[in-house]
């Protein structure tokens, strides 16, 4: 299996499950924005993004979808709940909640307030999106609550897509005191040599 990667990237999901996984990997380090606009990646990633898994025949994009597939690849690593069972149903929520919950208002806050040149950064757009988090961040908190994992014991993708994704609000000082239980999960994640690993460059 081949990951193109980039560091501080959306591609540290994967390379945490492959790292949780102990599988073999090659971890192809490509620049943003001159390497992913070569005609060369565009054909495996139409979109000039990271990251890239490539498996034999299989080449997927879509950081979360990379990430289930490698679970469903892995069923040893119990990853991934049983099929049909009430924690699978809950295992796709995270996933798709850290997608369309969590990330959207981290990304608006981060391309106003960092990204962007000053004179294109519209506060208001910072100002909806501190709000949205906060209601956003107010659900994670109670789902964690009294738990190891979002799902209960078990590690589980859904931890890897809603912690990597806690972890640019952690890095933008947007988890306050005020979430002692996701602080406190997020530590939990971050002792996890996978976690360390994958985050280590
Ligand atoms: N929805 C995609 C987004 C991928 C994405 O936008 N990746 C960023 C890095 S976090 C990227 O490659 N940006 C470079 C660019 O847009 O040129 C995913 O989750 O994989």
Partial sequence: MKLYYSPQSRAVRP???????GAPYELARVQLGTDTKTPAYLKI??????????????????SAAICQYLADRFPDKRLAPPLGTPARGLYYQWIHYAMSGLEPPLVTIFLHTINKPEAERIPVLVTEARAQLQTVLGVVEQAVLGRTFILGDQLTTADVMVGSTLVWAQMMSLLSDERPATSAYLARLASRPAFQRAMSD
């Fill in 45 to 62: 990633n139409p979109n000039g993004t990271v990251p890239t898994l490539v498996d034999g025949d299989l080449t997927l994009f879509e």
């Fill in 15 to 21: 390379r945490w499950m492959l790292e949780e996984i």
